[in-house]
């Protein structure tokens, strides 16, 4: 057995300290809206990959289908990936036991793009609820040097 002794020095890399500042609006945002499904969406994690080619982009969009979703980069640099869960039909002698999933409009998230991006050649797919933005880089041209003459 051993024992551990706590510092009173202050210690910058504790694991108290670098905790996720947003967390505690994460866990309100689906009281707050009223809609837990699109609140889930809204806090859908995504993550943003770059290659030598291309930006990447993976979210996990359990249940919805590719006519649900709709990506689109507005302002000529921002990439934003949205949709609508449509309502399931209903007859009138279905007898609802519990209802918990949503339907309506949803804002996964938005990303602003950097200078590089090729938004006229942005492509986009869903599988096993995965979906995957693939955004290409346009070829960073190397600048010339060009060579002084040193007089003297």
Known sequence: MSIVRRSSVFDP????????????????????????????FANAHMNWK???????????????KKE????????GNVLVVSGERTKEKEDKND???????????????????PENAKVDQVKAGLENGVLTVAVPKAEVKKP?????????
């Open 144 to 152: 010339e040097a060009k060579a002084v003459e040193v007089s003297g």
């Open 13 to 40: 890399f504790s694991v108290e300290l670098w905790t996720d500042p947003f967390d505690t609006f994460r866990s309100i945002i689906p009281v707050v809206s009223g809609n837990s499904e699109a609140a889930a």
């Open 68 to 75: 649900e979703v709709k990506v689109e980069v507005e302002n």
């Open 95 to 113: 007898k609802w036991h519990r209802v918990e999933r949503s339907s309506g409009k949803f804002v996964v998230r938005q990303f602003r793009l």
């Open 50 to 64: 770059e290659t030598l080619e291309v930006h990447v982009f993976k979210a996990d969009l359990p249940n919805v």
